[in-house]
């Protein structure tokens, strides 16, 4: 089965130093993988995905994310935090069967925390 | 382009009732799928909308149904409300079945009381 793991229920970070969020995977194949962020009381927003190519995805907003096949790891990445990246962050690969249906697994999610 | 739409936005109910959600994909998306959200099992598949069928649907009692009409939108049911549906009701659209990317509506919170 696949899956992903976001180890860090809370990630706190000073505005305008750098910000990492981890995600680890397991799957077989080939894994697409996503960032979405969450607001309060607000639906996912879609940040970056990784479906092949370079290992440094560029999304939304100023993040980043860094593909590790070798440590199976989609680790996002922000150079400088602002207080309005304060969010909850999702991880989540993609299962896809045979009969092409298309199913994301998520991570339990990391609270982003910016202080000023 | 509008993105995903959900009604009602906010929903309280009493045990035993049952609700019935809305969804309007993204115009042109013709896949839609459905996702729970709570504190307890955090984000969990429910299932997927293509050309009108269910095409995968996720671990969840048979009270939790829906359906995908010709203009693509989609309505999920739950009856017999419990207190453990209460919870964060997500679409998500696609634009056809397979594609990767998901765009996800605000979400209708629903309270069982």
Not at chain 1, 7 to 24: I, M, R, S
Not at chain 1, 31 to 53: A, D, E, H, S
Not at chain 1, 95 to 103: F, W
Not at chain 2, 66 to 71: D, K, P, V
Request: charged share 15%; aromatic share 12%.
């Amino acid at each position: 089965a696949q899956s992903v793991a976001q180890p860090e229920d809370q990630v706190n970070v000073a505005e305008g130093n750098p910000l990492t969020v981890k995600c680890t995977y397991s799957v077989s194949g080939n894994p697409y993988l996503f960032w979405y962020v969450q607001y309060p009381n607000r639906g996912l927003q879609f940040l970056l995905k990784y479906i092949t190519g370079d290992n440094l995805v560029k999304g939304s907003y100023g993040f980043e994310a860094e593909f590790n096949k070798s440590q199976t790891s989609f680790h996002l990445k922000k150079p400088s935090a602002l207080v309005s990246d304060s969010a909850l962050y999702f991880c989540a690969v993609r299962e896809k069967g045979s009969g092409g249906y298309n199913k994301l697994i998520f991570g339990a999610g990391t609270r982003l925390a910016v202080h000023p | 382009k509008a993105g995903v739409t959900q009604t009602p936005r906010y929903l309280i109910k009493t045990r035993g009732q049952q609700v019935t959600l809305s969804c309007s994909p993204i115009s042109g998306h013709r896949s839609v799928s459905w996702y729970q959200q709570t504190p307890g099992q955090g984000l969990q598949f429910l299932f997927e909308y293509f050309s009108e069928t269910q095409r995968n649907k996720g671990n969840f009692p048979g009270r939790f149904s829906g359906r995908q009409f010709s203009n693509s939108r989609s309505e999920m049911n739950v009856s017999t409300l419990e207190l453990g549906d209460s919870a964060l009701y997500l679409c998500a659209s696609s634009l056809v079945m397979g594609e990767e990317t998901q765009y996800f509506g605000p979400g209708t919170r629903l309270l069982v009381l």
